[in-house]
């Protein structure tokens, strides 16, 4: 990740190439391909630093997520590429996020999931592949729609076996590959850095 000052659209052009190569690519979601291309797919960049500024981005998108049909906006990547760049950090930011989210009502609507340039699991090896399931270029919170989650859960011959099978499919590539790939997303020509 860049620790020069990004643009909304490379911060957003990022993501993309980061969903196309990563999530997509190595098939780490089973449903993310048919929205890759989709409009429905929103990529919100908040590019404010203040605690309460990625407080109040949060909540206009929990709103907007709402106010719209699943047709409009299936899914959310709220994208922070000026704040939270410590993991820690970015951690506390979502034991806030998740009280929000049930003190507006949407507890059982919408769910979080978490992504981070130095996502770790608590418990892994520091070197483990499996953080890079949940690795992003900028820190990011996926609002998802939690209906939709379940219908698409319900299609998935076995959805327990997802996580399981992205990490021995990640080790199989193995960390030096990963990583190979992971700076390719900062190094291709175009991309900021």
């Known amino acids: 990740m860049s620790s020069q ?8 052009e990022q ?8 999530v997509v690519g190595l098939n780490l979601c089973p449903f993310a391909r048919p929205l890759l291309s989709s409009p429905a797919l929103r990529i919100s960049v908040c590019s404010a630093h203040e605690r309460a500024d990625l407080h109040h981005a949060f909540l206009a998108e ?28 970015y951690l506390d930011f979502l ?8 003190q507006v009502g949407l507890d059982g609507v919408v769910q979080l999931a ?6 770790r699991f608590e418990g892994e090896p520091e070197d483990a ?19 939709m989650l379940t219908r698409l859960l319900a299609s998935y ?3 327990e076996s997802i996580p399981e099978d992205n990490i021995a499919h990640l080790e199989r590539l193995g960390r030096e590959e990963l990583e190979g790939r992971w700076q390719a997303l900062f190094d291709a020509p175009g991309r900021p850095r």
């Open 62 to 89: 929990l709103d907007l997520l709402q106010s719209r049909s699943e047709a409009d906006i299936a899914t959310t990547l709220l994208v922070f590429p000026q704040a939270l760049a410590g993991f820690d950090d």
């Open 129 to 147: 592949a499996s953080h890079f399931t949940n690795r992003s270029p900028w820190p990011t919170v996926h609002l998802l729609r939690e209906a």
């Open 15 to 22: 993501t993309r190439s980061w969903l196309a190569e990563f």
């Open 157 to 159: 011959p076995d959805p």
């Open 114 to 119: 978490s992504f981070h340039p130095d996502y």
């Open 95 to 102: 034991a806030e996020a998740q009280p929000m989210l049930e």
């Open 5 to 12: 000052p990004v643009t909304a659209g490379e911060a957003e």
